[in-house]
Each structure stands twice: as structure tokens, then as C-alpha cells.
């Protein structure tokens, strides 16, 4: 059974850091892409970041570009989010992703993943 296991969210001042991390079982870590998503209150699951299985290839929303880390360790089954400069606006559920069997190359989408985590909660202060 595949689980993602996200951790590292908490209550933050607004222009602190933050990392998240997911561990993941279940499924072929190192030749799986993967992918953060964020839930702000009241709103859709939007997309945040995309690692390919090596790392070598990353993709960002624009809204946190330059202020988000995604990478990633293989060895240890284990995606992360390094939030600097963070903003009220990034306030919400943070969800890791992961696709599936057989799905190659970075996503963007929502339903080009088909493993999720539970969610842990961000909040920025102003």
C-alpha cells in the first residue's frame, strides 16, 4: 500500500522558512516523480512543485518561484519543500503527490498524480 507522510508545517511570521518534508513506502520512490500541491482556505488545490525521479528536472508555479526549494533524497524515500520568504498568502494544506506506474516526465496537474498525502497545515502571520 503506498503512503506519503507529509511533516515539517507550523505556525510561522510572514518572511520566515519553513521545510516540509514526505516520506513515502510503498512504491518505487527513485523512479517516481513527484509533485507539492497547497490548499488555501475555501479554495482548489492548486500546484506548487514538481521533481522528476533524479531530481534533474524541477518546475514551479510562478507564485513561488524563486522562493521555493523542491528536491529530493532517493536514499531515504523522501521529497522536500524548503519555503523561504514565506507570505500569508502561502497559507494552507500543503499535499505531497506522487504518480503513478508507468507516468513519466514532470506534472503540473492535479490529476496527472494518483498518490496523496493527508495534508499538513502552513500558516503564515502578517
Known amino acids: 500500500q503506498v503512503q506519503l507522510v507529509e511533516s515539517g508545517g507550523g505556525l510561522v511570521q510572514a518572511g520566515d522558512s519553513l521545510r516540509l518534508s514526505c516520506a513515502a513506502s510503498g512504491l518505487t520512490f527513485s523512479s517516481t516523480t513527484m509533485g507539492w500541491f497547497r490548499q488555501a482556505p475555501g479554495k482548489g488545490r492548486d500546484f506548487v512543485a514538481t521533481?522528476?525521479?533524479?531530481?534533474?528536472?524541477?518546475y514551479y508555479a510562478d507564485s513561488v518561484k524563486g522562493r521555493f526549494t523542491i528536491s529530493r533524497d532517493n536514499a531515504k524515500n523522501t521529497v522536500y519543500l524548503r519555503m523561504n520568504s514565506l507570505k500569508p498568502e502561502d497559507t494552507g494544506v500543503y499535499y505531497c503527490?506522487?504518480?503513478?506506474?508507468?507516468?513519466?516526465?514532470?506534472?503540473?496537474?492535479?490529476?496527472?498524480?494518483?498518490?496523496w498525502g493527508q495534508g499538513t497545515q502552513v500558516t503564515v502571520s502578517s
Open positions: 521533481i522528476s525521479w533524479s531530481g534533474e528536472s524541477t
Open positions: 503527490a506522487a504518480r503513478g506506474p508507468h507516468y513519466y516526465g514532470l506534472a503540473s496537474a492535479e490529476r496527472d498524480y494518483v498518490y
